[in-house]
């Protein structure tokens, strides 16, 4: 009996050890807890009452119809070495994702197609997009980077930020006024539309890194 036990213990060591090698050389693998993936997210933005899309990293792009109920996975890139950071959709249809290092994806079917765009940013991460109405947008990133697009997401073009501080975090309560923060206490304002931004005064005389912006309006807002 000792001598059976031990030929099987062996004969199932050696099916597990060609399974665990079969299973590493196969290719398609997907999650299967917890469901649909489990990639740390990053950004969300809500479409409306039951959609929103959220993203994350290793260029992760979930997106809900149903009031978050279920989740679909979308492909956005195929370059997973992107995080994709924050999402923003001006209306049902069109939408923009950035991400680091450097990615701005453009769809116009609500989500279900992604195109690259083309970011001025270079290799510099964007960690933020928000819009300013209409078909305008803005994306704030590392070394000061500010971007902005005027027909919807097709175009982006570099604006002067006179920062060399990272920028986590933009909001643009209307389309002339908008502020966006960063490290070491940055705090940046424009009110001519984004065409120049000047350093907003900062009455905590704390140095902090700044994660996130939002005004209500063009006088109410909060900083964290």
Not at 5 to 28: C, E
Not at 49 to 70: H, Q, Y
Not at 112 to 132: C, E, I, K, Y
């Amino acid at each position: 009996m000792p001598v059976k036990i031990s030929r099987y213990a062996a004969l199932l060591g050696v099916l597990a050890m060609a399974f665990v090698v079969s299973s590493f050389a196969q290719t398609g693998w997907q999650w299967a807890n917890p469901l649909p993936q489990g990639n740390d997210l990053l950004g969300i933005d809500a479409i409306d009452s039951n959609a929103a899309v959220a993203v994350g990293k290793l260029g992760t792009c979930l997106r809900t119809t149903d009031a978050g109920a279920s989740w679909q996975a979308l492909d956005v890139t195929t370059d997973h070495a992107i995080s994709l950071k924050s999402a923003f959709f001006p209306n049902a249809s069109t939408g923009w994702i950035v991400g680091s290092p450097g990615g701005i994806f453009y769809t116009s079917d609500g989500g279900t197609r992604w195109v690259s765009r083309n970011s001025p940013a270079g290799g510099r991460g964007l960690n933020a997009v928000t819009g300013a109405g209409g078909a305008v947008g803005f994306s704030v990133g590392d070394s000061g980077a500010i971007l902005r697009t005027t027909d919807g997401g097709i175009q982006w073009t570099a604006l002067v930020s006179h920062t060399i501080q990272d920028l986590r975090s933009v909001s643009f309560p209307s389309p002339t006024t908008g502020f966006c923060v960063g490290d070491f206490g940055t705090i940046l304002k424009t009110t001519s539309g984004g065409n120049n931004w000047f350093n907003a005064p900062d009455s905590s005389q704390v140095i902090r890194d700044y994660e996130s912006v939002y005004f209500v309006n063009r006088d109410t807002g909060w900083v964290s």
